[in-house]
């Protein structure tokens, strides 16, 4: 039979065990500790983008469903409270200040905030605030784009697009600093190319397929093609040379299964041959005034624009 007052005794040495054990004053306990969330501030950045939705994506999916999540303000501002990891920032719409147009369909995305996060000490940390921007959604393509290789050259988004090396995208607002210096403008153009030619070719695709995809497709499918022209050149890759937007259709209507008319392929070659007669029209300018100047002759003024000072 089991001793009652065994059983009693059993349990209350369960109970001190549970409070602390041993008879030791509850007092003696240490606190507990609640690591505080980690604040993520950021800019939301094309021109600022305002009434974007933007949330902390976790699942992988590319959806805010079940996601922290929060909305840019009329400056492109947000803030995101979080003790999670493993996360990147991702955005959907809004509208943009400098243009006033809606951005419908077009996703934007930071991957390096949280090991940036991980790896900085607040007293190193010299930024109010990390950027979301075509430039780092290119980032993010980019990396996906070079797994795909077998033994890659690998460029950063600067290399590829002939930015700057030293501005680090991740934390560099270049509308703030658009009256600092060519490399913030050539930055801010090159934001909004790879937006017009995202958002370009998801509605190509979309229209052609009677779909209603986002950008993250277009993004993916752009770099792919900004990756395999660098593999050959190692240089720059302008965005609106026609030579690149031939092979980047040519890449799309092979991913999509998609075919074009006649009409368009003809006026993509006339494209591409009006940008070779202008490339070669520059090239016959500079030499007729490099003739010129040795020659000691005046030069006319489409000469004289040829000529960097």
């Known amino acids: 039979m089991l001793d009652s007052k065994k059983f009693i005794a059993f349990l209350t040495l369960l109970f001190l065990i549970s ?69 990147r920032i991702q955005s959907s719409g809004g509208v943009d200040l400098d243009t006033g147009s809606s951005l419908e369909g077009l996703i934007l995305i930071n991957h390096r905030i949280d090991e ?108 792919d093609e900004l990756v395999s022209n660098y593999q050959i050149s190692e240089t720059e890759i302008n965005l609106e040379s026609a030579i690149f937007l031939e092979g980047l259709i040519e890449r799309i209507l092979a991913k999509f299964s998609l075919t074009l008319s006649t009409d368009v392929k003809a006026k993509i070659t006339e494209m591409e041959t009006a940008e070779a007669n202008e490339k070669q029209a520059k090239e016959d300018l500079k030499a007729s005034a490099k003739a010129k100047l040795i020659a000691g002759e005046a030069l006319t003024e489409d000469e004289a624009n040829t000529i960097v000072l």
Not at 116 to 123: A, K, P
Not at 150 to 158: D, L
């Open 19 to 87: 409070c602390g054990g041993g008879g030791a004053p509850s007092s003696s306990n240490p606190e507990s500790f609640t690591i505080p969330p980690k604040v993520i501030n950021g800019l939301l950045v094309d021109g600022y983008i305002r009434n974007a939705e933007i949330w902390l994506e976790t699942s992988d999916d590319f959806s805010s469903l079940n996601e922290l999540k929060t909305s840019s303000d009329n400056q492109g501002r947000f803030s995101l409270s979080t003790n999670l990891s493993n996360f």
């Open 116 to 223: 940036i996060e991980s790896t900085t000490s607040s007293i190193n940390k010299t930024w109010d605030n990390y950027i979301v921007s075509p430039l780092t959604t290119a980032d993010f393509f980019l990396a996906e784009s070079l797994l795909e290789l077998s033994n890659p050259i690998s460029p950063s988004v600067n290399q590829l697009l002939g930015l700057d090396i030293s501005l680090n995208l991740n934390i560099t607002d270049h509308v703030e600093n658009l009256d600092n210096g060519f490399k913030f403008a050539e930055t801010y153009e090159k934001a909004n190319q790879l937006t017009v030619l995202a958002l370009s070719v998801s509605k190509f695709v979309n229209n052609l397929n009677a779909s209603n995809n986002n950008t993250n497709e277009a993004f993916k499918v752009i770099l």
